[in-house]
Every structure is written in structure tokens, then in C-alpha cells.
């Protein structure tokens, strides 16, 4: 048991997690540590705003963004606020005929249907243009958003935790964080029940998971009490959807590969109103919620057939583009992927960005054809490379850009694209020169530790630190020196494989999933091999057991 105190007391150490409150609020099923809201720079300026014009009668809008964090701050605010007035509606641009962020032609329509206030949730902070027209129109703008901030700010009231002179102590909420803690403000000023807090914590988890912000801090205390929310399937909606994709205890892992891309793929294969539909439907609109769930599947299962396609398509691009740079510079390496693409599926380009960023371990950037012979670009990043600051750097060359270090969208001009392209590829050579290890990832582990070392009491203490994910990842072990005994591949490609690794008396149950192939010699040979991957429990037929979850080995 003390060998098994000190692994976890190193884990955490090694998160910055040292003083006794600290590993209490931590591991804590009940954490503590969130922020008053209005502490937060203009909360009681926006507070005092949205009041205001709910008792003057105002029509009031919320006009959000078309991702699972955009859709999810919709419903949140708008749960709120339909308790105070019922003259209240809400937006979210197409991803196709509009882009992201606030557009002139809807702050138009808002107009006509007698719309005086417009409240964004995770977009607008660099709306200059947009707010002024709606400004020019009579209509007042309360911007909330969690993006990086442009060099000047809307002429209105802004909550961005990002924005200078901002003193509230945590910084790296989501766009529906933001909301969450205008929805607390709102609360206390309007002495609403505080039921209305819990109510959506659920939809505040989804949303800050799946839009990759660091689970530490308040973002922690916010996704632990929200996974308990989920897990008590209170919200019918998502009890179907769960239902429907085989979900039962909800984790971090579920929303990011189970909820979060059903709700993103009714954005990318229709429109995002459709998983706003599903998310504000009550508890007797059973009918409703089937249809909606019914659709968010098969947009899933579309998505994922384009995506692979997109995948394809900008890989077979990856060796021509390899070849200039090599021409140009005499490197075999290519600083980051930045592809003009065509014939790709503009709603899933951003997934293929992901997934070729995850293959190639670079940052990359996919530019499709859009309207008016304008392209839309979507960026994903690695940890070491801040691709808003990258792009930003040449924000004369945009129509629209917008996003933050890991992934950023964009609307640019053929010409200027053209431009843009070796710019990017020097200037992240230069960050490549000067610190060769942000672009070298694989082989990290946490810990080595030793095949006697896993059970289940070492899975249930890592279960406590959950919830895992960006800036608090789920803990890669180290095992050197192990046999493979009793391999086995799964699937209908065999493409998976269990085995046994054996080292010292011990033996420790693995699974690789994806990768059987490329590990088969090491898998069939008699050497012994290192396997890095994490730990997990299951419960099979009432038993509990552990495996190793096999992320990378070498020979």
C-alpha cells in the first residue's frame, strides 16, 4: 500500500499537485474551488445590462457558435434566462452559407424580428464590424466569449476571461464556462433559485470537455459535479442519446468520443440547430427527442464516413508538399502541414485536421474552397505550437480569423492563402530550430513502474484522479523488458490484439487497439519489449479485473 501511495503522490507532484489542500480539493468528490463571477472584469456591468432589458420588454438573442461548446452555452443561457422573460430566442450561424461569429445578414434578420439585444456565447470578442452594424441598428451587444482577444475590442460590454486588465483568477474557461458563470451572476442578482445552476451542469461538462480546455482548476470542480449530473440521467435528452450510442457511466472519455461528436456532427452535416432542438427539449416532448436523436446518429455516422475520406485525400497530398519544402530548404521534414484541399466535406475538415495532427505529430491547417472564391481554413495544433499567435501574426491576409493556441478557423482569399502558406512553414521552422522538442512527441510516460505494480487497487486510486483530460491526461506508465505470451488479434481486420506481458513472476493483461500490425513482430518475437499505456478497471460477468491499455512499444 505504501508503494502505491507514493505512485500516486508522484503523479500529482509531477501535475504541480504538492500541498495537503491541494490533494485534498484534487481528489476531492465534492471540490471547492471556483470563482465569485463577479470578480470577473464586467460581469456586473453585463448583469445589471441583461436585466435592464429583460424588465423594459427587450427581445433578447443568443447567438452562439456551431460546436458542441457553442450549442451547449446556447442552451445554458438560454435555460436561464426563459426563466426571467419569455421574449427570447436564439441563433447559431450555418457553418456553411455563414461561417463562424456574428455575421452582418443575421444581425439584419435579428433586426426584423424585433431583436434589441444580442447576447454571443463562445464567439463575437472579435466581432468589431458586426457589433457596430448591430450598434448602427439600435441594437445593443453583450459579448461572452473565451477566445484570444484581438488587438481591439467591440465597442460594447465584454466578458472574455482573455481580455487585458482581467483579473479573474482562472483564465481557461470554455466558451460555455463563460456562460456558466454569467448564468451564476444572473442567479444571485435575480434571487433565482440555485436549482438553476445544477440544472446545467450537465450541459457545462459536455461542453468544457469537449472543447479540450485544461481540466484543472475551476474547470475541474465544473466537469466533476457535471459528470454527476450525467451520470444521474436527469436530462432525458441526453439520456437518449447515451442510450442510443450504448453509453452508460458517463466519463470524460464517453463525452469526447461518444456525445461530444454526435452533438458537433449536426453542425457539420446539417445544421447545429438540430442538436440545440434535442438539448432544450423537456421531459413530455418524447416524440421530439426520439426524432433528434435519430438525426444526430445518422449525421454521426456520416461524418464519419467523410472523414475518412478527407483523411485519404490530405495524406496522399502530404509527399508533394514534402518534396518542395525539401527542394526549397534541403529538409526531410515538413514544420507544419498546411494543405489547400479540394473536394472534402468543409463540416469535417477540422476531424481530419485532428486526426492527420495526431498521425503526422505536426500542426496542421486545411483550406477548403467556400463561397465568393473565398477558402475556409481550420487549424489544429500541437502542445508546443500557439497556432492563433502563428496566424494572428498575419491578420491582413484574413477576411476572418478567430480561435485560440490548439485550433483556429479562418476565411482567406486565394491569393493570399498562397502567401500564407510558406510564412507558416518558416516561422514554425524557426520555432523548430530554436526548441527542436515542441514538435517531437511519442515515447512520454509519466512513471515506470513494474508488472507487480498493476491491480486493481493502483486503477481504482488512479480512478480518483479523474476527470482526465487536456492538461490533466489520464497517466502513461512505463514497463521495460517485458515476454509477450498468449497474443491473440480482434476484429474483423485484426487489427486489435490482447497478450500477456510477463516479467518477474508478474503478469500484466494488455490490450492494443488499431496498431496490431505495426507492432506484430514485437507482439510475435521472442525479445523482450518496453510497452508504455495506461491503467483501467472492468467489471466482467460481477468481477472486477485490470488491463493495460498499450499505446506504444518498442523493441
Given at each position: 500500500m505504501n508503494e502505491l501511495n507514493q505512485i500516486i503522490k508522484q503523479l500529482m507532484a509531477d501535475r504541480g499537485i504538492t500541498s495537503p489542500e491541494d490533494i485534498r480539493e484534487y481528489l476531492s468528490d465534492r471540490p471547492k474551488r471556483t470563482w465569485d463571477p463577479f470578480l470577473m472584469k464586467n460581469m456586473k456591468e453585463a448583469v445589471n445590462l441583461i436585466l435592464a432589458e429583460i424588465e423594459g420588454g427587450t427581445r433578447i438573442c443568443i447567438y452562439g457558435d456551431y460546436d458542441a461548446d457553442g450549442v451547449t452555452s446556447v442552451c445554458i443561457l438560454y435555460t436561464v434566462l426563459s426563466r426571467l422573460t419569455d421574449n427570447l430566442t436564439w441563433y447559431i450561424p450555418s457553418r456553411f452559407t455563414e461561417g463562424y461569429g456574428m455575421h452582418r445578414s443575421a444581425i439584419d434578420r435579428l433586426h426584423e424580428d424585433g431583436v434589441g439585444l444580442i447576447i454571443t456565447v463562445d464567439c463575437g470578442i472579435t466581432s468589431n464590424d458586426e457589433v457596430e452594424h448591430a450598434s448602427d441598428l439600435g441594437i445593443k451587444v453583450l459579448v461572452t466569449d473565451h477566445h484570444s482577444v484581438g488587438d481591439q475590442l467591440p465597442d460594447c460590454i465584454c466578458i472574455d476571461p482573455k481580455q487585458e486588465g482581467e483579473t479573474y483568477p482562472f483564465r481557461d474557461l470554455a466558451g460555455c464556462g463563460v456562460a456558466f458563470k454569467l448564468l451564476q451572476a444572473l442567479q444571485r442578482q435575480a434571487g433565482l433559485p440555485r436549482d438553476v445552476i445544477n440544472e446545467v451542469l450537465d450541459l457545462v461538462a459536455a461542453g468544457t470537455v469537449a472543447d479540450i480546455v485544461p481540466l484543472k482548476e475551476e474547470n475541474r470542480t465544473i466537469v466533476k459535479y457535471g459528470l454527476q449530473r450525467l451520470n444521474q440521467h436527469t436530462r432525458l435528452s441526453l439520456a437518449e442519446l447515451e442510450k442510443a450510442i450504448s453509453l452508460e457511466k458517463i466519463t470524460t472519455e464517453n463525452i469526447s468520443f461518444g456525445l461530444a461528436p454526435h452533438i458537433n456532427a449536426a453542425g457539420r452535416m446539417e445544421h447545429a440547430a438540430e442538436a440545440v432542438k434535442l438539448l432544450l427539449a423537456g421531459p413530455d416532448e418524447t416524440e421530439l427527442i426520439q426524432a433528434q436523436v435519430?438525426?444526430?446518429?445518422?449525421?454521426?455516422?456520416?461524418?464519419?464516413?467523410?472523414?475518412?475520406?478527407?483523411?485519404?485525400?490530405?495524406?496522399?497530398?502530404?509527399?508533394?508538399?514534402?518534396?518542395?519544402?525539401?527542394?526549397?530548404?534541403?529538409?526531410?521534414?515538413?514544420?507544419?502541414?498546411?494543405?489547400?484541399?479540394e473536394g472534402i466535406h468543409e463540416g469535417i475538415a477540422?476531424?481530419?485536421?485532428?486526426?492527420?495532427?495526431?498521425?503526422?505529430?505536426?500542426?496542421?491547417?486545411?483550406?477548403?474552397?467556400?463561397?465568393?472564391?473565398?477558402?475556409?481554413?481550420?487549424?489544429?495544433?500541437?502542445?508546443?505550437?500557439?497556432?492563433?499567435r502563428l496566424l494572428d501574426g498575419h491578420r491582413e491576409l484574413f477576411e476572418r480569423v478567430g480561435g485560440h493556441r490548439s485550433a483556429c478557423g479562418f476565411t482567406i482569399g486565394e491569393e493570399q492563402f498562397a502567401q500564407?502558406?510558406?510564412?507558416?512553414?518558416?516561422?514554425?521552422?524557426?520555432?523548430?530550430?530554436?526548441?527542436?522538442?515542441?514538435?517531437?512527441?511519442?515515447?512520454?510516460?509519466d512513471l515506470e513502474i513494474s508488472p507487480g505494480?498493476?491491480?486493481?487497487?493502483?486503477?481504482?486510486?488512479?480512478?480518483?484522479?479523474?476527470?482526465?483530460?487536456?492538461?490533466?491526461?489520464?497517466?502513461?506508465?512505463?514497463?521495460?523488458?517485458?515476454?509477450?505470451?498468449?497474443p491473440a488479434y480482434m476484429g474483423e481486420m485484426q487489427n486489435h490484439a490482447r497478450f500477456q506481458a510477463f516479467r518477474d513472476g508478474d503478469s500484466v493483461s494488455c490490450v492494443l487497439f488499431r496498431r496490431a500490425e505495426e507492432y506484430s513482430e514485437l507482439i510475435e518475437g521472442n525479445e523482450p519489449v518496453d510497452i508504455i499505456g495506461t491503467i483501467k478497471s472492468q467489471v466482467w460477468n460481477g468481477r472486477q479485473r485490470v488491463q493495460m491499455i498499450i499505446e506504444e512499444m518498442n523493441g
Open positions: 435519430r438525426k444526430l446518429v445518422s449525421c454521426n455516422a456520416r461524418r464519419k464516413t467523410l472523414q475518412e475520406d478527407a483523411y485519404i485525400k490530405s495524406m496522399d497530398m502530404i509527399p508533394e508538399q514534402i518534396r518542395r519544402w525539401q527542394a526549397r530548404t534541403g529538409l526531410e521534414e515538413l514544420p507544419i502541414i498546411c494543405l489547400r484541399v477540422g476531424i481530419a485536421a485532428g486526426k492527420l495532427k495526431e498521425s503526422c505529430l505536426r500542426p496542421v491547417i486545411l483550406a477548403t474552397p467556400g463561397e465568393n472564391g473565398l477558402l475556409k481554413g481550420t487549424g489544429r495544433s500541437i502542445p508546443g505550437v500557439d497556432l492563433f500564407l502558406q510558406p510564412m507558416l512553414l518558416e516561422e514554425t521552422q524557426a520555432l523548430y530550430d530554436e526548441d527542436p522538442s515542441i514538435l517531437e512527441l511519442g515515447g512520454e510516460y505494480n498493476v491491480s486493481v487497487e493502483l486503477a481504482d486510486a488512479l480512478s480518483a484522479m479523474e476527470p482526465f483530460g487536456e492538461g490533466n491526461p489520464r497517466p502513461r506508465f512505463l514497463i521495460r523488458g517485458v515476454k509477450i505470451l498468449q
